[in-house]
């Protein structure tokens, strides 16, 4: 686990540090959030979806992050309004906060404290349950967000001819067949790139002055996807007859992740309140670090709150 804070610390340090130091284009973050969004991210979902094997048990693990984003949704739309928040806050809110981070954070993490079993879980929810949100409705909405008198369409055209997306379906269709080795570790490579290219952009286009001002904003964000989020996925969760003490922690936990950073680079691609998008990130992921520990202590023995 200490390897991947440090990853994540670091490459958030070395983007603030780049735009420091001047060096850099002012195309910098717009060129790195293409390649996290247009290579990385399809290269990492396509591999990933090509070796899942799901067991129809974690069918309700794997819908947890539709709820965690549905959930956002619904929040921040009636309550950003009410707190003076414009349409394209409300909207940054959705996608940083609607998303976890369940794959660069929550797996390792899952995997240090409820072990192999406990990944095997952690991978269907973050493979059917968040790559999945954020190729498709999470795509759209942050479309829709972006261009309100648009043809749905034109939006549905967006997001089936989106990369992710596109990968994703070509995972689930070319399961049938074995890759050659070297295909494999192309992809490996390719999507290992996403976790510090994005990060760092964040860092390039994180700037904590950002800060003042946006106390309620972030507070709302923050207070969602780090608290209410996993204890909604806990209430609903303890009115399973039969469900398992690991598919229940591991659900809980994975919604407890802080922020995804590509729901955020989604956010920015589409000019929605940016700053808001990369502090959500930039502040919640390493305060989640924090909170997570909080939830894990609150699980306890018994695996229920």
């Known amino acids: 686990m200490i390897q991947i804070v440090a990853l994540l610390v670091v490459s958030l340090v070395l983007g603030m540090l780049a735009r420091r130091s001047g060096r850099f284009p002012e195309q910098t973050a717009p060129v790195l959030n293409t390649y996290v969004l247009y290579v990385a991210l399809p290269a990492l979902v396509l591999r990933s979806i090509h070796r899942l094997t799901l067991a129809p048990e974690l069918l309700l693990a794997a819908f947890t992050p539709w709820l ?141 002055s950002g800060l003042a001002g946006r106390g309620r904003a972030l507070g709302l964000g923050l207070g969602y996807k780090l608290v209410l989020a996993p204890l909604g996925i806990a209430l609903l969760l303890l009115g399973v007859p039969g469900l398992s003490r690991l598919v229940f922690d591991v659900s809980v936990l994975q919604a407890a992740m802080g922020p995804m950073v590509t729901g955020a680079i989604l956010a920015v691609e589409h000019e929605l309140d940016p700053e808001l998008a990369v502090l959500m990130v930039g502040v919640g992921v390493p305060m989640s670090f924090l909170t997570l520990y909080g939830i894990l202590w609150a699980l306890g023995p018994v695996g229920v709150f």
């Open 68 to 208: 965690v984003f549905g959930g956002a949704w619904l929040f921040f739309r009636a309550l950003g309004p009410r707190l003076g928040l414009a349409p394209g806050s409300v909207a940054a809110l959705v996608l940083s906060g609607g998303l976890s981070n369940t794959a660069f954070v929550g797996l390792p993490f899952i995997e240090g404290v409820r072990g192999v079993q406990g990944v095997t879980v952690a991978v269907v929810v973050d493979q059917l349950g968040s790559f999945l949100v954020l190729s498709s409705v999470a795509t759209l909405y942050a479309s829709r967000a972006a261009a309100r008198d648009a043809d749905l369409g034109a939006l549905t055209r967006k997001v089936l001819t989106f990369p992710p997306f596109l990968a994703l379906v070509a995972g689930f269709l070319s399961q049938a067949w074995a890759w050659p080795g070297w295909v494999d570790e192309v992809l490996a490579r390719m999507g290992a790139s996403l976790t510090p290219l994005a990060l760092f952009s964040v860092g390039y286009q994180l700037r904590l």
